[in-house]
């Protein structure tokens, strides 16, 4: 049943947690870089940066995809999927990375990539993620989400959501040839592209159902992507709701943009993607000279 209002908007299950793990130091998070064939700039830019970032995780918040059309796709020499496959491979064992060491990936499903199977994620090196996860790291505990779920305005979207993600539909998308497949991704390319160019159409999360989640799950910052709304929203009673932006280094949608969201001892802050590796920290001096 489709939520009336957020007082009838609980989390969507048990809620999962996750723990950082002792060593990390940084987490970079993203979301909504509409990955596809159309967007070869946008792709370079992610590969680039997943070379370059200090992060030691990297949590991929969904819609990384702008249609995700099944996880055989990965094994047709020459294709999109076969490129992005290798991406991840690349970063999480550490081949495709400036300094060698690998990457902790992690996938949350967007809208636009839940067909994305657990197949395809073992083979690229990443974890899937319940939507939404708790996440505990630098000694606070941070809810982490696509944040479709929380638009409560968009109610046909949420009805069509429900429908789809059942598994026997989604088996039956994934028993149609390959062929279809690549002509439905082309079809709903177009019908975003058509979507995309009036903003003032889109959904935006509802913040008593972010309040609503935040409570429930003991956290205090809820990090979404899917609006495309990059912001820090103040919810009230230190809640607070932390928007990031979609990606496009194509000039699909208006001048180029992306960001990343940073989380590290010193909290939460937002930064561009990494086109070099930034210089390293300086060894602290020493308070005595050595005799």
Wanted: glycine content about 8%; some cysteine; overall charge negative.
């Amino acid at each position: 049943m489709i939520p009336r209002s957020a007082a009838e908007f609980p989390l969507p299950g048990p809620l999962t947690s996750l723990e950082a793990a002792p060593g990390w130091r940084r987490i970079d998070l993203l979301s909504d870089l509409h990955l596809s064939p159309d967007m070869p700039a946008t792709l370079a830019r992610l590969r680039r940066h997943l070379a370059v970032t200090p992060a030691d995780a990297v949590f991929l918040l969904g819609d990384i995809f702008e249609a995700w059309i099944g996880d055989d796709a990965r094994w047709q020499a020459g294709t999109f999927e076969q490129d992005a496959l290798q991406l991840l491979r690349d970063a999480a064992s550490g081949h495709g990375r400036a300094d060698g060491k690998p990457l902790a990936l992690f996938f949350m499903h967007g809208n636009r990539d839940f067909a994305l199977g657990e197949p395809m994620a073992a083979d690229a090196g990443m974890r899937l993620l319940v939507d939404p996860t708790r996440l505990k790291a630098f000694g606070r505990v941070w809810l982490l989400s696509h944040g479709d779920q929380l638009c409560l305005g968009d109610v046909g979207y949420l009805r069509a959501r429900a429908v789809v993600r059942r598994l026997d539909v989604l088996a039956a998308l994934r028993a149609l040839p390959l062929f279809a497949r690549r002509a439905l991704a082309r079809h709903l390319r177009a019908k975003s592209r058509m979507h995309q160019a009036d903003p003032s159409t889109w959904a935006d999360v509802d913040d008593d159902a972010a309040r609503s989640w935040l409570r429930a799950s003991g956290c205090d910052t809820l990090i979404h992507g899917h609006t495309h709304r990059p912001a820090m929203h103040d919810l009230g009673d230190g809640l607070i709701r932390a928007v990031l932006s979609d990606w496009d280094y194509d000039g699909a949608h208006g001048p180029a943009r992306g960001d990343v969201l940073v989380i590290d001892a010193d909290g939460l802050h937002r930064v561009e993607p990494l086109t070099q590796a930034p210089p390293p920290m300086p060894m602290p001096m020493p308070t005595q000279m050595p005799r």
